[in-house]
Each structure stands twice: as C-alpha cells, then as structure tokens.
C-alpha cells in the first residue's frame, strides 16, 4: 500500500514540475515579438495568435526545421496543449473564467510554435 501511495505521489509531483516548467517556457516566449515574415508566412492576420492555429503552425515550424535543440520544448508545450485544451472543453459548462483561461493558455502555446518557426526561418530568410 505505502509504495503504491509514494508512485501516486511521485507522479502528482511529476506533473506538477512539467507543469511548471511549460508555465515558464510559454511566460518565456511570450515576450518574444515575431517579426512580420514569420506572420506572413505563418498566415496570421494580426500580432496576436489564435489559440486553433497552432498545430498549423507548429506544422510549418517542423517543416523548416533548422535547428533541432528545441525538440524537448516541443513535445512538452505540445503535450501542455492537449492537456489545457481538454480542461477546456471539460471546464466550459462549469466555469467561463476557467474557459477564458485555458483559451489564454492555448493561445500562448500558439505563440511559442509562432516563436519557434521564427527562430528556425531566420537563418533562411536573412
């Protein structure tokens, strides 16, 4: 029973770090501004990322994949949004305070992969 409860426990504090840790990334990239090439080429219409594009943009970011040191940060940013986006859609008939935050999350997921595809054009577009 007592290394059943300590798995439990390690998994909770577990989550709680990759939590924190996709918290930071995102508060991280959101204060990075993305030039105008890359919301060209992302297509998007204005400064602001919508919260439903980013598996299109996370998308162009693979395809010019130029620097691979920032895998891990993906995967867990991708996993981060998988996860708000099912709280979201479990939260939407209780709470839309809860649903206008996870829709804030999500859209700084979209910024991140916005900010990642810039980072792998640079090289290429300049």
């Not at 991280?28 to 594009?53: D, N, Q």
């Not at 620097?67 to 981060?80: F, G, H, L, Q, S």
């Amino acid at each position: 029973m007592i290394p059943i409860c300590i798995l439990f426990m390690s998994f909770g504090a577990m989550g709680r770090f990759v939590f924190a840790y996709c918290r930071t990334l995102l508060l991280i990239y959101a204060k990075v501004e993305l030039s105008p090439k890359t919301l060209e080429v992302a297509g998007s219409s204005g400064e602001t990322c919508e919260a439903s594009e980013f598996h299109r943009v996370l998308g162009l970011a693979r395809l010019a994949s130029y620097p691979r040191d920032d895998v891990a940060e993906i995967r867990a940013v991708t996993a981060y949004y998988r996860v708000m986006g099912i709280a979201g859609r479990l939260l939407a008939p209780v709470s839309p305070a809860a649903v206008k935050w996870t829709r804030r999350e999500l859209s700084r997921c979209t910024h991140f992969a916005a900010v990642t595809l810039d980072r792998r054009l640079t090289p290429i577009l300049y």
